[in-house]
């Protein structure tokens, strides 16, 4: 009220007077007499307006509460009543800058955000795009590995059938030179008596030829087993016939057994007169049935090519 | 004319009386003033906008208190205490801003919750299907 009354009065010599009286009031009406609460609110407000990132968020907020909280900290005599209802107004007005500050804070680093996100989905892209070339890429080789496999494979089946094909062919040729006849049993290979004398088991030296191509293909599939009968004709006992075929046989075993070939291939066994492939009423028949089976076994596995050619 | 000194007189005493009546009515409106009618609006559609964001899902106590407070300055004006009324008002108001700003608060710092979510969501998922191949 003296202030108003000072602005009344015109004369510049009344200034001196006037700061003074204000000043008296003032002081007068600071330091006790601040309602409750307003230091509170003052220091809240004070935060925020201490954070600059905040604060320059919400200018016009800050503005607001800072006016509110000036007048709560106004004087109010003894009316408690009025000191806690601008208390109440400034704090509230400095909790609304606040909650707005941190909503525009959320707001601009939404921006950032979403560019960290797009750059997130952008990474994806890149790496599913680069995952499926690498896919791609991943599956030509693969088909290319495939195909050049399967071409191994064709080229192997074929030189295998080739192979399988040559062999067979060589097999052949080897049966056409030992003039064996192919039957259920195996190879047979006939020698005929010129290879003994009559009565006798030793070989003739000059009939070995056949036994030394035998030798050769025995040589060549070492897989194959021999078996070597002895037959006679009718000339002669039972017994002795039996026991001409087992010498005539053994003679063809160790014969071969001289040339190399391994005893376990060899068996050799008589067969007396029991067998005769021809009558042995004739000379020429009873020529045919003094002879010598060589009988070269089927491997387990036959080749079938051997036996149906 | 002593007649006409009372009738002057009675005039005087008519004019102060006059006077006085009116400085009563004055004196007497200025104590008991009207109520506070836009200040209690303000407070109402405050409250209104603060409900309509999700204030009752987000800052259900500043809600709650800002409607006990118009509530307490309706009351006052059935009470004639119109400064009191205006003053519960103007505490309603403020309350219901700030019921809306937190509600706002809570919602944008929960979407940006959300988006670094869904991006370390993003990435973390990128780290596991580059670690399979």
């Keep these: 009220m003296n202030t108003l009354n000072i602005n009344h009065v015109r004369a510049p010599r009344m200034l001196a007077l006037a700061s003074a009286v204000t000043f008296a009031v003032a002081g007068c009406a600071t330091a006790p007499q601040s309602p409750d609460g307003s230091a509170d609110v003052r220091s809240k407000l004070s935060a925020l307006q201490s954070n600059s990132t905040l604060a320059k968020k919400v200018p016009v907020e800050i503005r607001e509460a800072e006016a509110a909280v000036v007048i709560a900290e106004a004087t109010v005599g003894k009316d408690v009543a009025l000191g806690e209802h601008r208390v109440y107004m400034a704090d509230h007005l400095v909790e609304i800058a606040t909650a707005k500050a941190a909503t525009r804070n959320a707001e601009d680093q939404r921006a950032m955000l979403s560019q960290k996100r797009d750059e997130a989905r952008l990474a994806a892209r890149t790496r599913e795009a680069d995952k499926a070339h690498r896919a791609t890429e991943l599956a030509q080789s693969k088909t290319e590995a495939e195909r050049a496999l399967a071409v191994a494979a064709a080229a192997k089946a074929s030189s295998n059938a080739a192979e399988a094909a040559a062999n067979a062919k060589e097999m052949q040729r080897q049966i056409d030179v030992l003039q064996a006849e192919a039957t259920d049993r195996g190879l047979v290979l006939t020698l005929g008596d010129v290879l003994f004398a009559t009565g006798r088991s030793d070989l003739k030296s000059g009939g070995t030829n056949t036994l030394d191509k035998l030798v050769v293909f025995l040589n060549e599939y070492p897989g194959r087993t021999v078996a070597i009968e002895g037959h006679t004709d009718d000339v002669g006992s039972l017994d002795m016939n039996q026991i001409l075929s087992q010498h005539r046989a053994d003679s063809v075993r160790s014969y071969l057994m001289q040339k190399g070939i391994q005893s376990v291939r060899l068996a050799a066994s008589g067969m007396g007169e029991t067998r005769p492939i021809a009558e042995n009423s004739s000379e020429s028949g009873r020529q045919q049935n003094r002879r010598v089976e060589v009988i070269i076994k089927n491997p387990p596995s036959a080749i079938p090519a051997a036996s149906t050619n | ?133």
């Design chain 2, 1 to 133: 004319m002593p007649v006409l000194n009372r009738i002057i007189r009675m005039y005087r005493l008519f004019i102060v009386a006059s006077l006085a009546g009116g400085m009563l009515l004055i004196a007497g409106c200025a104590s008991a003033p009207m109520a506070p009618i836009a200040s209690l609006n303000e407070a109402k559609v405050a409250i209104q906008v603060a409900e309509k964001d999700g204030a009752s899902q987000h800052a259900a106590a500043e809600l709650d208190e800002a409607r006990q407070k118009l509530i307490l300055a309706d009351k006052a004006v059935v009470a004639e205490n119109m400064l009191l009324a205006q003053r519960f008002a103007d505490e309603s108001t403020v309350t219901a801003k700030l019921a809306a700003a937190r509600t706002e608060a809570t919602k944008a710092v929960a979407i940006n919750q959300d988006m670094i979510r869904s991006a370390d969501a993003l990435a973390e998922e990128m780290k596991r299907a580059g670690d399979q191949q």
